[in-house]
């Protein structure tokens, strides 16, 4: 039985309630254990070594048709990234966010970025991580949501998080499942107090 088939998924509430998704069991709050920026939301499975990141960032006045490679390269430095790579741009809907008011402009971006974790260094203990982004546009409140599936597909030995996480062999299968925890929140992702946005 792979990991996937094992998932079990829960309501969750997010900047107090104003934001309800629904995550798979294995991931936690990552604020109960250490500081998280207000502006942004931390889940992470230590087991699988993955995370997903749900942030308000200030509206980018990069226009829709390049915001999808804007944000990843910013991810990569954000990430200290030696390396970074896009496989997939496209834009999702509301089959894919169905609780997002239509017409909203919505990409999906999916590659890998070969980073140290924490306070790791140097090239030998990089992790190849699978990333999977989403930006939601919401240029009327001055704002855009950013939803972040993150999912090493190879941990490096040497790496702090080889401690934490499973055999190699069970990140390819959790870099496998990625993208239906990706589209497991962003099915369930609503909005519930749009005062989180301001304006």
Request: with cysteine; glycine share 8%.
């Amino acid at each position: 039985m792979t990991v996937l088939a094992q998932d079990i998924w829960r309501p969750v509430e997010l900047y107090g309630g104003a934001i309800a998704a629904q995550f798979p069991n294995r991931f936690v709050d990552v604020s109960d254990f250490r500081p998280v920026p207000d502006h942004q939301e931390v889940w992470a499975d230590g087991a699988s070594d993955q995370s997903i990141v749900v942030e308000i960032a200030e509206h980018s006045d990069v226009p829709d048709s390049n915001v999808g490679r804007f944000m990843f390269d910013d991810l990569a430095v954000a990430n200290e990234a030696s390396s970074s790579s896009i496989a997939d741009i496209k834009q999702l809907g509301t089959a894919e966010v169905p609780h997002i008011q239509q017409g909203t402009y919505i990409c999906f971006v999916s590659g890998t970025q070969q980073a140290c974790k924490g306070r790791d260094a140097g090239l030998d203990r990089a992790n190849t991580v699978q990333l999977l982004l989403c930006i939601i546009r919401l240029p009327q409140h001055s704002s855009d949501l950013l939803v972040t599936v993150n999912a090493p597909s190879y941990i490096s030995p040497s790496s702090s998080a080889a401690q934490h996480a499973d055999a190699q062999g069970q990140q390819a299968a959790a870099a496998g499942q990625a993208a239906a925890v990706m589209q497991g929140v962003l099915r369930s992702l609503k909005v519930q107090d749009w005062g989180l946005f301001g304006a």
